[in-house]
């Protein structure tokens, strides 16, 4: 099995993580925080993993019966909380799954860890409960708590927690893993690395991803003909797009760099640069006839419409706006 080397960045985490293993000087409780797909469980599990390890030497080994228990999802001193309403974690999910769970002491191990994600959707309740844990954890309590925001979380919360965000990875550690482990083209791979900006379980998602390339595809279509279609052709594009299980922004951020390309070739009439470089045809023709003004509107209406749609305004309306303004400016 994997061991801390196998996490792409987060060097900053890694290191605190080993370092408390290594020294035995492990927290209570943490907060790991950062966006979806980030790969918080990823580095959670391995922790839990590594804490739990009866090997020698470097941890986790990988080859004791604790390190295997832990890699089939079947440590009984690892426990994943879960919540039956999707939209909250309520106060008898804490108290029965944390709260009387840690009072028994360890099956196996002297450490009883629980990983608790989604956990900025604790309601206050709930979190008050945990609270009465975190005042007082019995010594081989380690909780970890994932978000991927730490606002909803009270302070007093947070006090008692070490908060580890995650920071975006380099492109230049995204590329080698893409293109290495995954085996990916590098030219796909840089496509890849600019719409998951850091998050490389958002480029492993898209990497191998059917849908990605169709929904590429269709964004690739729509803007090379936008300009001369009817409303109610893009309408029908939009509703199309809906039907992907895709996630809309993503969409959103396929049209976003097509435009900051177009934005980058007006400036440098360079193509070397560009993420879409096999469009390059139809990146000089909108960057020659549209302004500069007009492809900033454009990139500023995508953010707009990312933002609304994130506050569910109606999608259908927030995506036609954004069209409406692509096809007055490009
Ligand atoms: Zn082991």
């Given amino acids: 099995m994997a061991g801390f080397d196998s996490i792409i960045g987060q060097e900053q985490i890694r290191d605190h993580m080993a370092g408390a293993i290594e020294?035995?000087?492990?927290?209570?409780?943490?907060?790991?925080?950062?966006?979806?797909?980030?790969?918080?469980?990823?580095?959670?599990?391995?922790?839990?993993k590594a804490l739990q390890c009866k090997g020698e030497g470097v941890k986790p080994c990988g080859v004791c019966p604790s390190c295997i228990k832990a890699a089939d999802d079947n440590h009984p001193d690892i426990i994943h909380v879960t919540h039956e309403k999707p939209g909250s974690i309520g106060v008898d999910d804490i108290r029965d799954q944390i709260n009387s769970d840690i009072m028994i002491?360890?099956?196996?191990?002297?450490?009883k860890v629980y990983i608790c994600n989604e956990a900025e959707k604790m309601t206050p309740q709930a979190q008050n409960a945990l609270l009465k844990t975190l005042e007082e954890p019995p010594a081989y309590g380690v909780i970890l708590l994932l978000t991927t925001s730490t606002e909803a979380l009270l302070p007093t919360i947070l006090s008692r927690c070490i908060t580890l965000n995650m920071k975006p990875v380099k492109d230049s550690q995204?590329?080698?893993?893409?293109?290495?482990?995954?085996?990916?083209?590098?030219?796909?791979?840089?496509?890849c690395i600019a719409f998951a900006r850091g998050n490389v379980g958002k480029a492993k998602l898209l990497a191998l991803s059917e849908e990605f390339d169709n929904v590429r595809n269709e964004a690739l279509s729509l803007l090379r003909n936008i300009r001369d279609m009817e409303i109610a052709e893009v309408a029908g594009a939009i509703r199309q797009i809906s039907e992907y299980k895709f996630d809309t922004t993503d969409y959103l951020d396929i049209i976003a760099v097509w435009y900051r390309d177009v934005l980058l070739f007006k400036a440098t009439r360079?193509?070397?640069?560009?993420?879409?470089?096999?469009?390059?045809?139809?990146i000089t023709r909108v960057a020659d006839r549209s302004t500069y003004e007009g492809i900033e509107t454009i990139i500023d209406a995508i953010d707009t419409a990312k933002k609304r749609i994130k506050a569910n305004v109606n999608y259908d309306l927030a995506m036609e706006l954004l069209m409406l303004t692509i096809q007055e400016n490009s």
């Avoid at 995204?174 to 840089?190: I, V």
């Avoid at 360079?270 to 139809?282: M, R, S, T």
């Fill in 174 to 191: 995204m590329r080698k893993y893409l293109t290495g482990e995954l085996g990916m083209s590098s030219d796909k791979a840089d496509l």
């Fill in 270 to 282: 360079d193509a070397g640069g560009l993420i879409f470089h096999d469009e390059i045809q139809y």
């Fill in 23 to 48: 020294s035995g000087h492990v927290g209570h409780a943490y907060i790991i925080n950062g966006e979806r797909s980030s790969g918080k469980e990823y580095i959670a599990n391995l922790f839990a």
């Fill in 105 to 111: 002491k360890p099956y196996e191990s002297d450490w």
